[in-house]
C-alpha cells in the first residue's frame, strides 16, 4: 500500500516536469508564451489579442501553413483565447499543432485540429482532447493563422 502511494507522489512530481521539458522548451506552462518561443513571434498579452496585436507586424492569413500560429477567439469557455503553433498541413481542414496548457499542466504535440467552418476559412475548429484520444465535442470560434516573419 505504501508503495503505490509513494509511486503516485513521485508520478504527480515528475508529471508537470515532463510536460515543461520536451522540445528545449523551459517556459512558463502556457500558451502564448510557448507559442512565442517556438515561433519567435513576438507579440504579448492574452493569446486572444495576438490577432489585432499583429495586423501590420505579421501577415495574418486564413490558409494554415507549418509554422504559423492558429489563434482562436475568446469564449466564455476561453476567456483569454488560445494559441497553438502548426507543426504540419494534412490537408484543406486538418492540421497538427504543438501547443501548450490545452490539456491543463501539459504540453500537447501534434495534435489534430480541424477546421469545421461552413467556408472552409478555418474561422470554426474542433480540437484534439487528449484525455479522451478523439476530437472534443466543442467548436471553437477562430481569427486564422499569424506567419512567422525570417
Known sequence: ???????????????????CGGGGWNGRLQC?????DMTHVQLKGD???WWAQARG???????????????LRSTSRLPDGHVSVVRAVRGPR??????????????GRAE???DVS?????????????????????????????LPTG
Open 1 to 19: 500500500m505504501k508503495r503505490g502511494i509513494a509511486r503516485i507522489m513521485v508520478a504527480a512530481l515528475l508529471l508537470p516536469l515532463a510536460a
Open 32 to 36: 502564448a508564451p510557448y507559442a512565442r
Open 47 to 49: 493569446a486572444a489579442s
Open 57 to 71: 507586424r505579421y501577415p495574418r492569413s486564413a490558409v494554415p501553413r507549418p509554422g504559423a500560429v492558429l489563434v
Open 94 to 107: 486538418e492540421v497538427l499543432v504543438d501547443q501548450a496548457n490545452w490539456v491543463p499542466g501539459r504540453v
Open 112 to 114: 489534430p485540429v480541424i
Open 118 to 146: 461552413g467556408r472552409n476559412d478555418w474561422s470554426r475548429v474542433k480540437v484534439w482532447w487528449a484525455p479522451i484520444h478523439d476530437m472534443g465535442k466543442t467548436v471553437y470560434p477562430a481569427y486564422g493563422f499569424i
